[in-house]
């Protein structure tokens, strides 16, 4: 149970981290989006929330000895889906230091002041968003359920869709020096997509 507990803990501070020093104001942002934005937007807060909750009550039930132990992952799938999860937070922490001071919102409204293509954005064009999805994909190994694994998926498609629409403002904005970037460094996951 000492493991449940360190893993429950690891996972609340990590997305409350997450959370806290997020890049934009949601409202402003949707009120200058596309209507595709504001669908995909809401859409996938939704989904991600969904999933952390899932995983959370999950771990939180058998913590309290109201689901058996088998609900949730073995010590393995724990230790592995916290590094994971660790590594994501991590990860989107510097992502999120690339793009400006951590104690502000950013202008998500307008179009970006620079076109970031070193550290973090060096390795993949979206690194906010494969952050969010290793911090994902750190509660679907810990808890190991089928239920979080449909969450998982469905995170990465709503995490993908939003990716391909950032891109259309991108394009928009710095046209050919986009394109190059795009050429030689991937989307979302590195070597692949």
């Not at 937007?41 to 039930?61: E, F, R």
């Not at 179009?111 to 060096?122: I, K, N």
């Amino acid at each position: 149970m000492a493991l449940i507990a360190a893993t429950l803990i690891v996972f609340t501070l990590g997305w409350i981290v997450v959370f806290t020093v997020r890049t934009e104001h949601v409202a402003t942002k949707l009120a200058a989006s596309s209507p595709g934005e504001r669908r995909w937007i809401p859409l996938t807060m939704l989904v991600i929330s969904a999933h952390v909750t899932l995983a959370q009550l999950l771990l939180t039930l058998v913590f309290l000895g109201v689901a058996a132990r088998g609900t949730v992952g073995g010590p393995g799938s724990l230790v592995g889906g916290t590094a994971v999860f660790l590594a994501g937070v991590l990860w989107w922490l510097w992502a999120r230091r690339a793009l400006g001071p951590m104690a502000q919102f950013l202008d998500t409204v307008g179009p970006p002041p620079r076109l970031l293509v070193d550290g973090p954005f060096a390795v993949v064009r979206h690194p906010l968003a494969l952050g969010t999805m290793l911090c994902a994909l750190g509660s679907a190994v810990a808890v190991a359920s089928p239920l979080t694994w449909t969450t998982l998926a469905a995170s990465v498609v709503c995490l993908g869709k939003r990716c391909l629409q950032d891109e259309e403002q991108l394009r928009d904005v710095f046209g050919a020096r986009y394109a190059a970037y795009a050429e030689h460094t991937h989307r979302l996951l590195p070597f692949v997509w």
